[in-house]
């Protein structure tokens, strides 16, 4: 580098291409095959929406804000998914879904407190009903 450039200067020697594979070699197809459980990102695309439809049907409840989150995330990740795939085809997918991963993390951990707030709260409702009266005896 610190000698100046000759015409019979060398250059330097390429160590690849700059770009992954563009999915002609299956790669892709091989990386879904060896998924544990494909299904998992969808079950959680339509848990987050699920709970979004119930929180805006019952949005007078105050579980209701906590069910607009994980739907809210579940729109972004779908959101994002739809646009990498009609914007670069299946072609270097996982690296523009990146955020879509994190975004289901975010509507997996929010339906946890959800759940979490529902089962507390139905435990708190538990607790507050009253107990049958004691039978009384009849009053002469």
Known sequence: PRAPWTPGSAAAPVAGPPTGDL?????FQRWLDEMSVPWWPSLVVVAGLAAGVVAVVRRRS???RYGLVPA????????????????DGFF?????V???????DVTTLSLCVLMAAALMQGART???KPSAAPARAPQR
């Open 23 to 27: 999915g002609t070699d299956n790669s």
């Open 92 to 96: 270097e997918i996982a690296k523009h």
């Open 72 to 87: 809210v995330a579940a729109v972004g990740a779908l959101g994002i998914v739809i646009m990498a795939v009609l914007g």
């Open 98 to 104: 990146w955020l879509a991963a994190y975004l289901l």
């Open 126 to 128: 538990q607790r507050r």
């Open 62 to 64: 105050s579980m209701a």
